[in-house]
Nanobody, 124 residues
Framework: QVQLVESGGGLVQAGGSLRLSCAASGRIFSSLTMGWFRQAPGKDRKFVATISRRGDRTYYTGSVKGQFTISRDNAKNTLYLQMNSLKPEDTAVYYC?????????????????WGQGTQVTVSS
């Protein structure tokens, strides 16, 4: 089993920044592809970003390219999402997820483990 715990969410004004963290335990962190998803009120959960096991490959959904940065610190078993230039439409519950699959993954059913989520609210 893998346990994932997100933190770092909160209320921020438009144009501000937040850094989300996801602490992993229960498995060798470096063996997992990691990703971030988000779910806005009344909407489906959507893919945000993914990062390879070694951190050398990243992929973002088009709406956050140049705005968000996914990273990982395998020595700390921690995944990060740096969010800059936040907009009200970024308001959502953000979830980290882990996958044992190789290569690029972005579908929910490709991720085996999920955190509880952390709320991000961006005010105008």
């Amino acid at each position: 089993q893998v346990q994932l715990v997100e933190s770092g969410g909160g209320l921020v004004q438009a144009g501000g920044s937040l850094r989300l963290s996801c602490a992993a335990s229960g498995r060798i962190f470096s063996s997992l592809t990691m990703g971030w998803f988000r779910q806005a009120p009344g909407k489906d959960r959507k893919f945000v970003a993914t990062i390879s096991r070694r951190g050398d490959r990243t992929y973002y959904t088009g709406s956050v390219k140049g705005q968000f940065t996914i990273s990982r610190d395998n020595a700390k078993n921690t995944l990060y999402l740096q969010m800059n230039s936040l907009k009200p439409e970024d308001t959502a519950v953000y979830y980290c997820a882990a996958s044992s699959a190789l290569g690029y993954v972005n579908r929910e059913d490709e991720f085996d483990y999920w955190g509880q989520g952390t709320q991000v609210t961006v005010s105008s």
